[in-house]
Structures are given as C-alpha cells and as structure tokens.
C-alpha cells in the first residue's frame, strides 16, 4: 500500500485576485447555505476552482444514501427533507459569484421516488433563468438504471451530462456501494446519447486503488463506445482511515500516457493528471471554449488535445 504523498500532489493556494474571488465565493455560498461538493469531497483543487470562476455545487443535501468506499461523504438511509427554495438559492448564488461555468452534483438519494431527478431539473431551469451565460454540467447518480429519470434531467437542458464509472470493472465491488454497478453506469452514459446524439457526455475515472493499466484502457475503450466525449482521469486520495487505502501513487508519467491513449481512442478531451478530478476547473474551460465553438465544422474534424 502506498503511504506518503509524492511530491506532484502538492498544491498552491491562489493569492492576489484568485485568492479574492475565493473567498467571495466561499461566503456566499455560506450565506446561501449551499452544499459544495469542493468542500464535502476535500477536493485538492479547491483553490483554483473557486479563484477561477468555477464551482461544484452539491443539491439535495450532504447525506448520501449510498455508502461508498471511497467517499468522504456522510451517509444515511434515509436523507434530509428537500429544500424547496434550494433551486433558487443555487441560481442565484451563482449569479452573484458571476461564474462562468458551473457542476451541479448531488448525493444519492434512492430515498426518494424520483431519486432527486426533478430537483436536479428544476435547478437546471433556475440557473439558465437567472444566469443565462453560465454553462451548466451535470454530475448525476446512476438513479438505479431508470432511464426516464435520466431523461427527465436530460430535457432541462444542461451543457454537459456527466456520470462517472469511478473505477475498473473488476474493482466496481469493493470500491462502489453494491446498488451500484459497471454495466448500469455504462447504460446510463449509452443512453445520454441515445435520447438525443447531439448531448455532450462525460466521465471519470480514479486510479490507484489497485486497477491494472490494461483495465484502464479497457473502461476507457467501453466509455467511448458508448459515445462519452470528455474524460478525466485522476489519482484516489483516501479521505480518512476508514475508506479504502491508496495502492499506488501513479506517475504524471503513467497520467499523460492515459491521456495520449485517451485521445488516440477519439475523446473529444481527456484531463489526465494526479490532481484532476471530473469537476476540474481546466478542463471546463477547455470545454466550454470547445462548446462554443462547436458550430464551426472544423471542430470536430479530430480529437482535441489537453
């Protein structure tokens, strides 16, 4: 098991204008009461995300009802109570901070009957209401393979549809919490696509608890056969003595040769590296740039790099 952090997991905090923009952000969203996954998931790259103009901001509370091993992330059974005023507090936090690109996350919430699918809708339609230049990724569960429920945060129209597959497929049981399974998350991305060709999806992949690069390139070769466009890769960090240990420290080496096969596979975009994570503040400019300009054919004449 690996033990102490190399030195590439380092990170700076922003200072001067960065620095400033943080802390706006980290006010108000206190202010707002607002849940961010940044902060529930001790994400490294906090600093940069917030002083850049980007946030992930976690809707329907911070307790999962799913218990995965990797997740700092309390967990229930049962979850709080929705927060009706939730969608509008979001949307206008977020027009307040002026970001330019948003992830709007949540916990698992099997709890529910609709598992939170049309709270994630109705904070998709707020946001573009009250900040129509932001664009808007969403980060969504598995909602246990309904598919209507995808659908149903499908047709509030948010910029990216995002859900991650988290690890190999050998290793999606000891890592995921049982509900959750390697063909679901497959299925659920198959059929981002398949309700409409024109959606843009995502996906992320963690490594260093015990997967080999062969597998890797097989979740990556299964991702994009089902039509995913952007991919991040980035290394597990364990949150507390009570998740699942590090194996590896894996390489910015190793890192970069996932993304040059990434792209080689036909990823529009691959953010590979020890620090990334699937809400990465670079990787969102580079794909609400790519966005953008997606009405210029040449566009999509190739993969784009990182």
Not at 20 to 48: D, F, M, S, W
Not at 204 to 224: F, H, Y
Request: proline share 6%; net charge neutral.
């Amino acid at each position: 098991m690996a033990t102490r952090k190399p030195p590439w997991l380092k990170v700076k905090f922003p200072s001067g204008e960065r620095q400033a923009r943080y802390n706006r952000v980290k006010t108000r969203a206190r202010e707002l009461k607002l849940h961010t996954v940044c902060e529930e998931a001790q994400c490294p790259n906090i600093g940069e995300c917030w002083g850049g103009g980007t946030a992930t901001f976690m809707v329907m509370g911070d307790i999962c009802t799913r218990g995965c091993r990797f997740c700092a992330v309390n967990t229930k059974r049962i979850g709080p109570p929705l927060d009706v005023d939730e969608p509008a507090n979001v949307a206008r936090g977020i027009a307040e901070m002026e970001l330019d690109y948003v992830v709007l996350t949540s916990v698992n919430r099997d709890d529910l009957d609709d598992q939170g699918a049309d709270h994630f809708a109705a904070c998709i339609n707020a946001i573009k209401a009250a900040s129509p230049r932001t664009m808007v990724e969403v980060l969504t569960p598995d909602f246990t393979g309904r598919m209507e429920l995808v659908e149903m945060v499908l047709n509030a129209g948010p910029t990216v549809y995002a859900h991650n597959i988290e690890t190999v497929e050998r290793l999606q049981r000891p890592v995921r919490d049982p509900r959750a399974n390697y063909q679901q998350s497959m299925d659920v991305l198959a059929h981002v696509k398949t309700h409409n060709p024109a959606n843009f999806s995502k996906s992320s992949i963690q490594v260093g608890l015990g997967e080999k690069p062969a597998e890797v390139l097989q979740t990556m070769q299964d991702l994009r056969d089902v039509g995913v466009d952007f991919l991040t890769l980035g290394q597990y960090l364990q949150p507390s003595g009570k998740h699942l240990k590090v194996t590896e420290f894996v390489t910015p080496e190793t890192f970069d040769w996932y993304a040059e096969q990434g792209r080689a596979m036909g990823f529009r975009y691959v953010a590979s590296g020890p620090l990334v994570r699937s809400s990465y503040k670079a990787g969102e400019f580079f794909i609400r740039e790519f966005i953008e300009k997606q009405q210029d054919p040449t566009a999509w004449t190739k993969p784009l790099a990182r």
